[in-house]
């Protein structure tokens, strides 16, 4: 029998059905030389603590030798594990043991294992309208219907979800990230924070509390977490934003039933993520004196180019109403929103496409509706920007603007 010649390898029906990563077709485009991208999500590399990671690499091959080139239990390695249910057990002030520990290859890993073991097809997961894109793709491969809530200033809006479980949604998972949110910029407020814990209890789902942004605060830490006062949750951490993702190092913290599954899914993913990373990840995250400046220096790296870019919008974009990020690496901004009279809103996407000619490139709204439309708005990162870039990056986003505001609108690029 002939192939098809539009699947000559008869992809399987789930794989024909994921669509690639927006985003990541996007940068293709915003990676071009001369581009001042604000499209990216990668942390700034000028932050990477380069040198530390090679004195830790020699230093776990000097101590462990074979051992830590060898295969680890699944859950992760001993001092890994330790260390992160030190750091969890003073972010919720309470006891945490290894077992509630499982160490993962980055916490997009984790949003898999989770949609594996605790998704039916068709089940209905509720996530954060607009909504980090990794989280939504990997709940849908596990076949999640997701309900997508929306996300103000002070994060999920706990109100909106409640209503929509007193009408009768039965969700079995809540998927929020709740401090600088990805794409928002949003940290959920503590009073809203009980409130999903206390719907949690009472509707019978799990909270998963996805915190790579956390410690990327710039005037002061934020609320406790979820997982603070309730044991639904299943909280994801990471090295990627707090170290460097290409260790690919990151851990979930929870119920020890839900992880001893996520342990066994895991097994058949990858094996366990890799030794020698989980040591080098283990020995910076003891090292309190090194993370604590390690940390101080990152959070002014961001705070500096946050500040820029807010500066830069309100020079170029002055019509444009923009919420200084308190923390992270983004910022959300209703460009397209009209500013004159008579003048219809401007898609994001169109300016992301009158944006790439004039050199700047950001993510449209549209990458990260799961329900709601946000056209008009788009994600701006500021995180590998250098300072005095800022005013230059806005100026052309201006222009891209000004352009769609007197010209056709082009034809968009990338699928969004
Ligand atoms: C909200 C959110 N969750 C998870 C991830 C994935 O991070 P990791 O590198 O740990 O897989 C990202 C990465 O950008 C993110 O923004």
Request: with cysteine.
């Amino acid at each position: 029998m002939r192939a098809d010649s539009t699947d000559p390898y008869r992809l399987s029906e789930r794989a024909r059905r994921a669509r690639s990563s927006v985003i990541r077709d996007l940068l293709a485009h915003a990676e071009r030389p001369g581009v001042l991208s604000l499209a990216g999500g990668l942390p700034a590399p000028d932050a990477f603590p380069v040198e530390r990671v090679g004195a830790e690499v020699a230093a776990v091959l000097a101590e462990l030798g074979p051992t830590a080139l060898q295969y680890c239990r699944t859950e992760g390695v001993d001092p890994l594990r330790a260390v992160v249910a030190q750091r969890t057990a003073q972010a919720w002030d309470r006891a945490v043991g290894v077992e509630e520990v499982l160490v993962t290859s980055g916490s997009q890993q984790g949003l898999d294992l989770v949609g594996r073991i605790l998704v039916d097809p068709g089940d209905v997961v509720v996530i954060d309208d607009p909504g980090y894109l990794g989280a939504v793709m990997a709940l849908r491969a596990h076949d999640a219907r997701l309900v997508g809530v929306p996300v103000d200033a002070d994060g999920l809006r706990t109100d909106v979800l409640e209503d929509r479980l007193r009408a009768g949604l039965r969700p079995r998972l809540c998927y929020t990230n709740p401090n600088f949110q990805n794409p928002t910029g949003a940290v959920m407020a503590p009073d809203r924070r009980t409130h999903l814990a206390a719907l949690a209890e009472r509707y019978d789902f799990l909270v998963v509390e996805d915190d790579p942004y956390g410690d990327l605060w710039f005037d002061g830490p934020p609320p406790a977490p979820i997982a603070a006062v309730s044991d639904r949750v299943v909280a994801l951490g990471t090295g990627s934003k707090l170290l460097a993702p290409g260790l690919r190092v990151a851990w979930a913290v929870g119920p020890p039933a839900v992880l001893a599954a996520m342990a066994v899914a895991k097994q058949s993913v990858d094996l366990q993520s890799g030794t020698l990373a989980q040591h080098v990840v283990a020995r910076l995250l003891a090292d309190r004196g090194f993370l604590a400046g390690h940390l101080e220096r990152l959070r002014a790296t961001y705070r500096d180019r946050a500040h820029a870019l807010v500066a830069g919008l309100t020079t170029h974009l002055p019509d444009v109403d923009v919420a200084a990020p308190r923390g992270g690496m983004f910022l959300w901004a209703p460009v397209g929103q009209p500013t004159h009279p008579g003048q219809g809103p401007i898609d994001s996407a169109d300016l992301l496409a009158a944006g790439l000619p004039l050199g700047v490139a950001v993510v449209p709204g549209s990458a990260f509706a799961v329900d709601r439309p946000a056209d008009s708005w788009a994600r701006l990162s500021f995180a590998t920007v250098a300072v005095a870039d800022f005013p230059e990056a806005a100026r052309r986003l201006a222009a891209a603007r000004a352009a769609l505001t007197t010209a056709p609108a082009p034809a968009h690029v990338s699928p969004v």
